[in-house]
Structure formats: structure tokens, C-alpha cells
């Protein structure tokens, strides 16, 4: 008896499908044209990570090679996608996301920019690595001008291994790239039913499929096809963005100076010589700056490099002359960005700002 409940599970809920979908067939009155529902069509564009990783056993959650699989592979080893869209794919890079640099993020930025001018596209999910996944979402936040739904999918274990998360991760990505109601929700980071901004999102745990948070919270989540959507970015992004991709061909050097008791002043003395346009200073706590690391901000301003004071601490933020005196010194602070975060704005930024006050402005903005 036990072991037909199963089955007799299955009939019952088979009768209610068909007795779910008879309405509609039985209305027909002209029979047999089948109705072309066109899918909408998304785009991967690959670029390697774990998501496109391999190991040499299902035991191997950890141990593997990131970037392998081709975004060919990927799409046709997941047949379910054709459910959900017409889903192309195109390889942009494969590489562990800790190479990605300047150059590649803005050949990215441009190849999604083209795609989503085109009529036929309606969203795009890019698969990347986790390690920087947040600087390269936040990166198109800024500078894709589009409504258009831009989705960015990570997995923290290969493919091969025992309880991989990349083909849900993946799945999801593409159901909500094809999802209208994630247009002009600006880039989002669809990760472990998560659906995550693309400004604050951060990876906070370095081996665990619950990687990726911000402290403001997921926006909503993915559950099978459907996006639950529970709050909206208010920051500025894509269509409200003063950057543009199809405008950039380089981007400035930024530094990071990493704080720590007995931090010394070699990090800040190295980038000011090496000429770099500006330095987030990743304080301890609020931002703050040893008494002995003034003096060298201060040359290093004085020397037109704009000073951003930012946070080694995840969650919280800084607030504008306290601790330092910002206005006195002419530097900035990053908010609640993070410093990689404050690294990609501060780059963004002076490619159009020149004032301090101005970078400042950009920084409450975005
Ligand atoms: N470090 C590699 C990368 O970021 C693998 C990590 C991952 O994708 O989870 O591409």
C-alpha cells in the first residue's frame, strides 16, 4: 500500500494537470494550429570561473580548474534552459575572474552595451568568476545604458562536483534575464536563489554556495522560473548612469593601501610615485588614517592624486569628516562602497570628474 502512494500521487496530480489545461484546449474552436509562442531570447556571454570549472572527481568541491568549459558546453549540458528561453551563447573570455583587469572589463562592458541595443535581445546573463564578481557587476551597473535585464551568475563549485550549484545558479540567471519584471532593476547577481544588486553585492564567504550578501540585503529570489522581487535599488544606474560604455576606451590607475595596526607608509608611498590618479585607503574602521599615514595622503593630494578614504570593515560606512578631517584635506569619502567597489567608481569617475567635490558627489550617488 505505502509503496503505491507514489504512484497513485502521480495519477492524481496528472488528472489535475489535465484537468487544469482542459479549459483552455476544449475553447479551441478552430483545431490543430499550433500557437508560436516566441521565447524571449537571452544571451550568455561567458567569460570562465568556476561556473565554467572542472575537477578530476565529484569529490573535488574545491580542488579543480576554473575556466574550462566552453559556454557552448554549459548551455547544452542544460536542456532545460530551452524551456525558459531562446538562450545563445557567446565566449568572451576564459579566465579566472582574478585576472580580469581594466581592459577586459571594458571589452566586456562593450560587447554587452551592443548586445542590448539589439532589437532581438531581451536580456543578457554574463557567467564569471566569484572572486570578482562584484567589481565587474558594479562596473556595468554604472556604465550599460539600458532597462534591459543584465544578470551576472557565478557558482562556487565546478560542474563535475557532487551537489554543484552552477546549474541552478545558471538556470535562474537565464529565468530572470528573461523576466520583464527584472528590467530597469539595474545589473543584478543572481547566486544561490539570491537575487542580489549588482552595486552592494560583495562575496563574503570564500567557500561556501552561500558566498555571496549585502548588507542591505538580497532584492528577492528565484523560485523555479519566477523572480520574488522585496525591495529596488535606489543608487543610480544604467539609464540614470552619467557613464557610458560606448564612450570609454580606457580606464584611470587606481590604488588600494590595505590598513592594519603598524601599516607603515610604504603602500601610500608606493602608489604616489608609481603615479596613479587616486588611492582608496582602506582604513580600519571608519576609514580611519594612523597619525603617521597623514602626512603622506596629504603630499599624495597635494601631488593631484585624489584620496578616498574607505573601509576594510564589510558592512557599515564612512562618514564624511569624521575621524579625518575631509573637507580640510580635500578628500573623499567612499560611503558604503567597499574598496574594490570604491576602486571601480573612483576609475569611473575620473574619467569625467576633476574636482574632489565633484568625485564626492559621485560617491552619495551611485
Ligand atoms: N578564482 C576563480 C575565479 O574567480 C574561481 C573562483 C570561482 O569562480 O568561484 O574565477
Known amino acids: 500500500m505505502n509503496l503505491m502512494m507514489p504512484l497513485l500521487r502521480r495519477s492524481v496530480s496528472s488528472l489535475l494537470m489535465v484537468a487544469a489545461i482542459s479549459p483552455f484546449t476544449a475553447c479551441a474552436q478552430t483545431p490543430a494550429a499550433p500557437v508560436a509562442t516566441k521565447k524571449p531570447v537571452v544571451v550568455v556571454v561567458a567569460t570562465g570561473g568556476t561556473i565554467a570549472g572542472a575537477g578530476a572527481s565529484s569529490a573535488n568541491s574545491a580542488t579543480y580548474q576554473a575556466a574550462k568549459v566552453p559556454v557552448d558546453k554549459l548551455i547544452a549540458g542544460l536542456p532545460e534552459l530551452a524551456d525558459v528561453a531562446e538562450v545563445r551563447g557567446q565566449q568572451a573570455f576564459q579566465i579566472a575572474s582574478e585576472s580580469f583587469t ?16 539589439d532589437p532581438s535581445v531581451n536580456g543578457v546573463v554574463i557567467t564569471h568568476g566569484t572572486d ?13 545604458r539600458s532597462d534591459k535585464p543584465i544578470v551576472v551568475v557565478g557558482s562556487m563549485r565546478p560542474g563535475t562536483a557532487l551537489s554543484a550549484d552552477g546549474a541552478l545558479n545558471l538556470y535562474d540567471a537565464v529565468s530572470l534575464a528573461a523576466s520583464p519584471s ?20 560583495a562575496k563574503r564567504v570564500n567557500i561556501k554556495t552561500n558566498a555571496f550578501g549585502s548588507q542591505w540585503g538580497p532584492l528577492g529570489m528565484m523560485v523555479e522560473r519566477r523572480a520574488y522581487w522585496f525591495r529596488a535599488p535606489v543608487k543610480r544606474q544604467t539609464t540614470k ?44 574602521g571608519n576609514g580611519s588614517v594612523p597619525d603617521y599615514g597623514v602626512e603622506g595622503l596629504k603630499a599624495a593630494r597635494a601631488a593631484g592624486i585624489q584620496i578616498i578614504r574607505s573601509s576594510r570593515i564589510a558592512d557599515g560606512f564612512v562618514l564624511r569628516n569624521s575621524e ?37 558627489r559621485m560617491f552619495w550617488e551611485y
Open 241 to 284: 548612469s552619467e557613464f557610458d560604455i560606448d564612450t570609454i576606451t580606457t580606464l584611470p590607475e587606481v590604488a588600494i593601501v590595505y590598513g592594519s595596526g603598524n601599516m607603515g607608509t610604504l603602500g601610500v608611498e608606493a602608489a604616489t610615485k608609481a603615479g596613479v590618479k587616486a588611492i582608496v585607503h582602506a582604513g580600519t
Open 182 to 201: 527584472a528590467r530597469g532593476k539595474g545589473v543584478l547577481v543572481m547566486m544561490n536563489d539570491d537575487i542580489l544588486s549588482g552595486r552592494d553585492v
Open 132 to 144: 570578482t564578481l562584484e567589481e565587474t557587476s558594479f562596473f556595468l551597473n554604472l556604465v550599460i
Open 102 to 117: 581594466n581592459e577586459k572589463l571594458v571589452a566586456l562592458g562593450k560587447q554587452v552595451s551592443a548586445l542590448v541595443k
Open 324 to 360: 579625518q578631517p575631509d573637507d580640510k584635506y580635500d578628500w573623499v569619502v567612499a560611503h558604503d562602497l567597499n574598496p574594490q567597489k570604491a576602486k571601480i567608481l573612483a576609475a569611473l569617475a575620473l574619467t569625467k570628474a576633476t574636482s574632489s567635490a565633484d568625485l564626492q
